[in-house]
């Protein structure tokens, strides 16, 4: 659960499905805008790369893209 200054409340889940892929949702509620929320996530993870996206009922689509070039990068 998350409690901050900025008036913001949430709880979250994450879970692993397979080795390479999780799942998870959260509820949020902001008290200044009077606005409550629920958010679906998954997460791919390769030998070589990290991939995530996240769909919120609020209308935010976000997209993650994270290769690894070398070992050392």
């Given amino acids: 659960m998350l409690l901050s200054h900025a008036a913001a409340a ?9 080795p390479n892929l999780s799942a998870g949702a959260e509820v949020f509620w902001l008290p200044q805008q009077l ?9 791919h993870t390769g030998d070589k790369h990290i991939a995530a ?3 919120a009922t609020t209308g935010i689509l976000s997209a993650q893209y994270a290769h690894r070039v070398t070992d050392k990068v």
């Fill in 53 to 55: 996206v996240q769909l």
């Fill in 10 to 18: 949430g709880l979250n889940y994450f879970q692993s499905v397979t």
């Fill in 35 to 43: 606005r409550s929320g629920v958010g679906l996530c998954l997460r």
